[in-house]
């Protein structure tokens, strides 16, 4: 079996693309080649934006069905599928921390484990007719692969409860009115359109964008103080060399 997505770089744009047939099932290898990038992301420097796409009808259909189907059987099998739900965790956990700025393009359904994915990217933008979803509760089961928590962070418990507890499937145009996506675009221009923003973050700062990641994720959480790592975070950059390039290059424009 070839590998399940491809990547290419273009400036310090990352795209990788999901291209596992049908579905973009999430299953053990494919969760290893996106482990294998975000470590990529982790160690070069010159990848700013990490770009999810997908070159399926589907962005992401989530866990492998037909790996759920042999797991059944037994108590083995059935510790085989939760492993590999804490997999997708830790893999969604590393994309949202990564240092780069990440992006889901969402071309077509992305429903349960893809859209958990999509979840775990700092920004989202679908087809306006794609579908959006977490209905594993038709199955008698929950969005574990971080569901239920960061759809709950993002658009609140009201929108959580509704989409989640009804498994609610709504268009991209319906995702970016709750606030599951930042933006809606025609299916015709996605693809360009994502790039084009792609590019537009890249060209920003990767350090202060990685201080900001890390302050926006302390924002709400107990046990961090946000103002505190604010002034820690700005006092790093401060003393970082493009930020003193950028600082100096701004004020010497200003006083000429």
């Not at 990440?102 to 077509?108: C, L, R």
């Not at 929950?142 to 509704?162: F, V």
């Not at 025609?186 to 920003?204: G, I, K, S, V, Y």
Request: aromatic letters at 4%; glycine letters at 8%.
């Amino acid at each position: 079996m070839g590998p399940m997505l491809g990547t290419v770089q273009a400036g310090r744009v990352l795209e990788v693309t999901l291209c596992r047939p049908p579905v973009n099932a999430l299953n053990d290898e494919l969760i290893a080649e996106l482990d294998a990038v975000l470590d990529r992301v982790t160690l070069e420097a010159d990848i700013a934006v990490l770009h999810i796409r997908s070159d399926q009808k589907t962005f992401c259909a989530g866990a492998d069905l037909a790996l759920m189907h042999a797991c059944l059987g037994s108590p083995e099998g059935l510790e085989a599928m939760v492993e590999l739900v804490r997999r997708m965790q830790r893999l969604f956990a590393r994309i949202e921390n990564a240092p780069a700025v990440t992006i889901a393009e969402i071309g077509g359904a992305a429903v349960g484990g893809g859209l958990e994915l999509a979840l775990a990217c700092d920004l989202r933008v679908a087809a306006a007719d794609a579908t959006l979803g977490l209905p594993e509760v038709r199955l008698g089961l929950l969005p574990a692969a971080g569901g239920t928590q960061r759809l709950t962070r993002l658009c609140g418990h009201g929108i959580a409860r509704r989409l989640i507890l009804g498994a609610e499937l709504v268009t991209g145009l319906e995702a970016e009115r709750l606030g599951i996506v930042q933006w809606a675009q025609p299916r015709a221009q996605l693809a360009d359109w994502t790039r084009e923003m792609a590019a537009r973050f890249a060209a920003l700062p990767k350090a202060a964008q990685g201080a900001i990641k890390r302050c926006i994720a302390a924002a709400g959480d107990p046990a961090r103080d946000g103002y505190a790592e604010e002034i820690a975070e700005t006092r790093t950059l401060y003393d970082h060399p493009e930020t003193r390039r950028k600082v100096l290059e701004f004020l010497n424009r200003r006083a000429a």
